[in-house]
């Protein structure tokens, strides 16, 4: 472990092999005890390596965000990709390749596209119509009831497209901070879910299935209602924003960056990080004091890293720069702790957007797993 | 033109290789004619190929922001490279083989680097000891008397070691919206820079250099005082930052993202586009009436793209979602020009990071120049 870390030059994703297997056999049995179909999102870790610790795990169906994405899972292997994002017309080409390849699962919200795809489909594809359930982002409103029919029955009157059922992506529980009210998010979700399924079905699109499933969400909840499919992808991780909604625990996070010490300031209790915004991205929180925080600081240790110090955490960053900043208490001991030339961990407020940053991840084995080298 | 845009699959980088190159042709006119050495920051562009372009306009000391962009530049036949963050000690082999290299510049704060880099360099260095002019991220404080004149002494004490000056990097200008606020900032920077210089002077160390120069200041400013040396970067492109702190006009902005338009929706005026924080990073800014942008929305047209749509902002983004709004009048007009599968043009908030996750730019005759492939 130790001589691990004596390797470690620039800011680099360590990866906690053992916590990440342990949060997906846990996902793979909370959805086999609900008889869900587990289409777990591959766009957190973006490895075919750890892909397969999916697959170990019972997973044969999967989740990603773009065309680039699923052709890379394809070649390794997967053959039941969705892209869980609305279809690109500018990739029909590539969509078609991948459509003649693998079962492809496409999103649609507009009748534009559904009419593109029917013109130029050259084979089978599954289409869920994607349901905007007060998220306000992409889909067709759950109460728009003509444009629900309207779409489905052009999906339904081409061959090439299979109507598979319905599907949404509820970001509202990253609002929450407490269990009633990811609950409370996700009740109101899959009702108004249900509700679009039911106008389908008034106008006879039967045997719709219900697709769902944000990583707060599956994460606490134990039943899930009247869903088929769940597509959770950043448990695989987690991260601080997930320890602050109360989806995890510190000890379920399988990812730290351990950034370089370059400069300690005592006299305003702060350390400066080798660790950026080309790093993290720039996803911030804020913590209860008000303070914005753009991670949580741990120390790397034997056997992984500590539990996060309170009263530390990453108040600005730069393109490079990370800035610690440490209550008077905190940073009486951080000070004894730590050195420059050292290292400290910064817990990512967002493990999806750090991952696709740092392209690889370094195993407490030493072992070096790449991600998928995918044009942005 | 039209040719190119149509190529366009997914989000892209558009470079208007004009603009960039009189941005180039202006900010070396001014350090021509106020008698500085123009050290511009690579760290925007990260192109071997844009590097050239300033090689033309006589530029022959760059500044970078990592030692793996200091070994690319160097592998493209730049000798005279500034490594514009605090020392990494744990890069110590690679400093040492780039410092073999080509004259190399690094920065200090503290006496442990300067004591590591005294027992470890194997080649002549120039440093510069980084000064911190009341933007509190990395430097010795201006008025820190005796921590400047102890790492002063230890540098001039080692003679692998030159010591070449003080140098700031005012990140202050940033918060700045009217030209009166960025020369108070300047001068202020520059006042206590040349006072750390004045305090090292009155313990012997004499012929000190100034460099300063953030791209507010070096874009606004026509006369600099008493500084040696000015290293803008952001510049170059230019973004939506620089166009709201009034550093620039919209018409000097050099890249735009072409983004693909996935679905619109008439009934909450919003656009739904291919291009998320993969592709933008999660910089935003507060518009004028408050509302949160991820940036300005232009529309391709012949010979680039049009003035920027001041009633239409992009305000949210996800992983790969971006959320266009707009307002109603600018809505009416907007929706009559764009289709599902055409294209909206972005103008990123932050240049510099849009840059680092495209990799890759596309100008107007169709060419792509490529970035450096530097792991983050």
Chains 1, 2 share one sequence.
């Not at 075919?48 to 999967?62: D, K, M, N, Y």
């Not at 119509?129 to 339904?156: P, Q």
Request: charged share 20%; proline share 3%; aromatic share 8%.
């Amino acid at each position: 472990m130790a001589e691990i870390y004596n390797t470690i030059e620039t800011p680099t994703l360590l990866l906690d092999a053992a916590r990440a297997q342990r949060n997906i056999a846990r996902m793979a049995k909370k959805a086999r005890d609900n008889r869900l179909r587990f289409r777990p999102h591959f766009k957190t870790h973006q490895s075919a390596a750890i892909g397969e610790w999916f697959r170990q795990a019972g997973v044969s169906a999967i989740t990603v965000s773009s065309v680039a994405m699923a052709r890379y899972f394809a070649d390794h292997g997967w053959d039941d990709i969705t892209i869980a994002f609305p279809v690109n017309l500018r990739e029909m080409d590539k969509i078609n390749d991948l459509a003649h390849r693998v079962r492809l699962h496409l999103l649609v919200d507009n009748l534009a596209v559904v009419e593109f795809l029917s013109s130029h489909l050259t084979a089978p594809v599954a289409i869920w119509i994607e349901v905007d359930a007060g998220y306000r982002r992409s889909g067709v409103l759950w109460n728009d009831d003509s444009s629900l029919a309207e779409i489905a029955g052009r999906i339904v009157a081409c061959d090439r497209m299979e109507l598979q059922g319905v599907l949404t992506h509820d970001g509202s529980t990253y609002a929450a901070r407490t269990y009633a009210q990811i609950a409370d998010a996700y009740t109101m979700t899959t009702s108004r879910l249900n509700q679009a399924r039911h106008r389908l079905m008034e106008h006879g699109f039967l045997q719709l299935e219900l697709s769902t499933g944000d990583t707060p969400a599956c994460s606490v909840l134990e039943q899930f209602g009247k869903v088929d499919e769940i597509r959770p992808g950043n448990f695989v991780f987690y991260d601080w924003t997930q320890v602050e909604i109360g989806a995890c625990t510190w000890d379920d996070v399988a990812t730290v960056v351990a950034c370089p010490i370059v400069s300690i300031h005592p006299e305003r209790r702060e350390v400066i990080l080798y660790g950026g915004a080309v790093h993290f991205s720039k996803e911030s929180l804020r913590r209860d004091d008000g303070a914005q925080t753009f991670g949580a600081i741990v120390h790397l240790q034997n056997g992984g890293w500590s539990a996060p110090t309170p009263g530390a955490w990453v108040r600005s960053i730069s393109q490079e720069h990370g800035v610690v900043h440490a209550e008077e208490a905190t940073f009486a001991t951080l000070v004894q702790q730590i050195e420059v030339g050292g290292l400290l961990g910064v817990i990512p407020i967002h493990s999806c957007l750090t991952a696709n940053l740092l392209k690889r991840y370094l195993t407490f084995d030493g072992e070096s797993i790449a991600m998928a080298s995918i044009p942005a």
